[in-house]
């Protein structure tokens, strides 16, 4: 039996494992909640071949769909790499504000590091409280050689394929780069990419609400405000069109 199977095997078995409760998304990405929270932190640190936590447990409860689908991702970064996927905020235990992010409210964000043959163990984030992701991949819009954009492609093809995406958030730089390989590939991957300033360390990965999860929406919500009142305008980062 090959790694990449033995390696999946055991992270099926792993989920077989699990309690039958099953986490609940409530609410919007930007405003919602999580019932029954599952430790995903737990199951990274019996898992180390597959995954490398930079966050801490708090920071990494999520759903049964982010389980299966971080299990999946992991084991494609593994088979391309040989080095474990790293995984960074996910959710608090009940959801809600967390950190510094608008979104991962609900346990169906997450973000995860580039993928790398040579990951840095220091620099950049990685004395941070989370997200201590080491490098950076994207230097004001143009990308730096450590990152490779068909091996992303690759990645992001079987991800968009197999799990249910609602959106991937990647800098500026790295989505021009992906984009540029995907047109030669029939733009497979394009419609879910969005571009953020503020991921050229990470990409932020965002599943659609599970089948029958109600109470689950996957519109944004937006604050209507006292009547009459102005709304505080907030920076936005997303890359020029």
Sequence with gaps: ????????????????????????????????????????????????????????EGFQYGTKAMQKALHRIASWTVELTGKPLKIGDIAKRKGGKIAQHVTHQTGLDVDLGYLTLNPK???????????????????????????????????????????PVKAMFVSCGILESLKTVDAKAGKTITPFLRGHDLHNDHFHLRLSCPKGAKGCSEQWWKNPGPSGSKKKKRKSYRCPV
């Design 1 to 56: 039996m090959g790694l990449y199977r033995l390696i999946l095997l055991t992270g099926l078995l792993s989920l077989s494992s699990q309690p039958a409760t099953a986490a609940q998304p409530v609410g919007h990405y930007n405003k919602g909640s999580l019932k029954r929270g599952i430790s995903l932190f737990q199951i990274f640190q019996r898992q180390d071949r597959l995954f490398h936590s930079v966050s801490p």
């Design 121 to 163: 163990k220091r620099g950049h984030r990685s004395g941070k409280f989370h997200n201590k992701f080491s490098e950076i991949f994207d230097r004001n819009g143009q990308i730096l050689p450590n990152f490779d954009p068909e091996l992303h492609h690759q990645l992001f093809t079987k991800i968009v394929a197999t799990l």
